[in-house]
């Protein structure tokens, strides 16, 4: 009986771990993966400044709406304020993030009409009949400007929706707590 009770608690336990494992797995950097399964990605990363790095966050796969068989990274770095450009690819359909360190640079995105998760307003666009799709917020503090752009070329369908912009930079946004 006791043998039972046991294995029984011992399913229930592994259950709850594997439950809250993907609540966490939600806040987990998806920047360590990425550079592990594209070494060319940490290269330019590596670029940059120690202090530029901290703000570097990527989002999560799994909301991308694209079947990614392409990952491309380039470190900004002739200039400041540095910053990284992430292209993430399905034949012609592009993801792209971008993200701009902004430590001491008084930055606005202009007018927000996007409200994103932790009370982050964000600025969302669509161009070229839906085929580009953009949204670009500054992280909570204000250290690093972030946009995101979906781009479907014409002809296509394209897989981005603004739900789908919404939930890449919310995925973003909650790595950054």
Request: some cysteine; glycine content about 6%; hydrophobic content about 35%.
């Amino acid at each position: 009986m006791k043998l039972k009770l046991a294995s029984v608690l011992f399913g229930l336990i592994l259950i709850l771990a594997a439950c809250g494992g993907q609540e966490e797995g939600s806040t987990e950097n998806h920047l360590d993966s990425l550079q592990e399964n594209y070494p060319e990605v940490k290269t330019e990363v590596e670029k940059l400044p120690e202090d530029s790095r901290s703000e570097i966050t990527v989002p999560n796969m799994e909301k991308i709406p694209l079947e990614v068989n392409d990952v491309e990274a380039v470190a900004e770095t002739e200039l400041e304020p540095y910053g990284m450009d992430f292209y993430y690819g399905e034949d012609d359909k592009r993801l792209n993030v971008m993200i701009k360190d902004q430590k001491g640079i008084d930055a606005s995105i202009g007018e927000t009409n996007e409200e994103l998760d932790q009370d982050v307003s964000g600025a969302y666009t669509e161009a070229e009949e839906g085929h580009l799709l953009t949204i670009t917020w500054l992280s909570k503090n204000e250290n690093a400007l972030y946009k995101v752009t979906g781009f479907t070329p014409s002809g296509e369908e394209s897989p981005f929706t603004k739900e789908d912009m919404v939930e890449i930079a919310n995925s973003i946004i909650a790595q950054r707590n």
